[in-house]
C-alpha cells in the first residue's frame, strides 16, 4: 500500500485542520490504519489508529478531544481532523498502515512502512 498525506499547513493556535490520506496499490479495508508524528527532533509519536472497519478509535491522550480520526474504504481514505490545535502539535504528520492485532496499533514497531508526510506548523 502506497501512502500520501495531505492538507498540512499553517495555522494559528486553536485552529484546525483536516488531514487526508490516499491509499494506492491496495484495498485498506484489511487494514487498520494510524496516524504518527515526528518532530524536529526526530522524535516520533502515536498519534491514533482506527480499525478496518471504522468502529474502533485508539488515541494519544493529549489529542483525545481534540483529535479525530476516521476512513473511507469506499475511496480508500484515511482522515485526521484536527481541532483546537497547540504549538506543541507541529510536526509532520505521516499516515500508516498495520497488519498487526488492535492490541499493538499504538507501537511504532508494527509500522515498518511510513509514506510522504504532511507538515502542520502552529504558531501565531
Known amino acids: 500500500v502506497q501512502l500520501q498525506a495531505s492538507g498540512g499547513g499553517l495555522v494559528q493556535p486553536g485552529g484546525s485542520l483536516r488531514l487526508s490520506c490516499a491509499a494506492s496499490?491496495?484495498?485498506?479495508?484489511?487494514?487498520?490504519m494510524g496516524w504518527f508524528r515526528q518532530f524536529s527532533e526526530q522524535r516520533e509519536e502515536f498519534v491514533g489508529a482506527i480499525s478496518r472497519n471504522g468502529d474502533s478509535t485508539r488515541y494519544l491522550e493529549s489529542v483525545k478531544g481534540r483529535f479525530t480520526i476516521s476512513r473511507d474504504n469506499a475511496k480508500n481514505m484515511v482522515y485526521l481532523q484536527m481541532n483546537s490545535l497547540q504549538p506543541e502539535d507541529t510536526a509532520v504528520y505521516y499516515c500508516?498502515?498495520?497488519?498487526?492485532?488492535?492490541?499493538?496499533?499504538?507501537?511504532?514497531?508494527?509500522?515498518?512502512?511510513w509514506g510522504q508526510g504532511t507538515q502542520v506548523t502552529v504558531s501565531s
Open positions: 500508516v498502515v498495520t497488519q498487526s492485532i488492535w492490541a499493538r496499533v499504538d507501537l511504532r514497531r508494527e509500522y515498518p512502512y
Open positions: 496499490g491496495r484495498t485498506i479495508s484489511y487494514y487498520h
